[in-house]
Nanobody
Framework: QVQLVESGGGLVQPGGSLRLSCVAS????????MGWYRQAPGKQRELVAA???????NYADSVKGRFTISRDNAKNTVYLQMNNLKPEDTAVYYC???????????WGQGTQVTVSS
């Protein structure tokens, strides 16, 4: 089995920054891709950013230029650096990973990010 554990969420003011971390553990061969999704109340879960094992990245248009995704393969960890946060970034953020040898993606438990004055 494998699992994902997230940390770094919290309450910040508009314009502030947060860094989310997600650590994968368990029976891991390799991780093809890792990403961050978010879900706000009344909204569908959406992709925020993703990164492949080769370093290719993909961002939602709403976060381009503000968020940066990175990974440390040796630590099985993915990060999301969030700068210039806006109230519309408020959501539960979920870590996702595509593990080699597993038919389905795995999800973390989610961490709340609230941007408010």
């Amino acid at each position: 089995q494998v699992q994902l554990v997230e940390s770094g969420g919290g309450l910040v003011q508009p314009g502030g920054s947060l860094r989310l971390s997600c650590v994968a553990s368990g029976h891991i061969f390799s991780i093809y891709a890792m990403g961050w999704y978010r879900q706000a109340p009344g909204k569908q879960r959406e992709l925020v950013a993703a990164i492949t094992s080769g370093g290719s990245t993909n961002y939602a248009d709403s976060v381009k230029g503000r968020f940066t995704i990175s990974r440390d393969n040796a630590k099985n960890t993915v990060y999301l650096q969030m700068n210039n946060l806006k109230p519309e970034d408020t959501a539960v953020y979920y870590c996702n990973a595509d593990f080699e040898g597993y038919p389905n993606d795995y999800w973390g438990q989610g961490t709340q990010v609230t941007v408010s004055s």
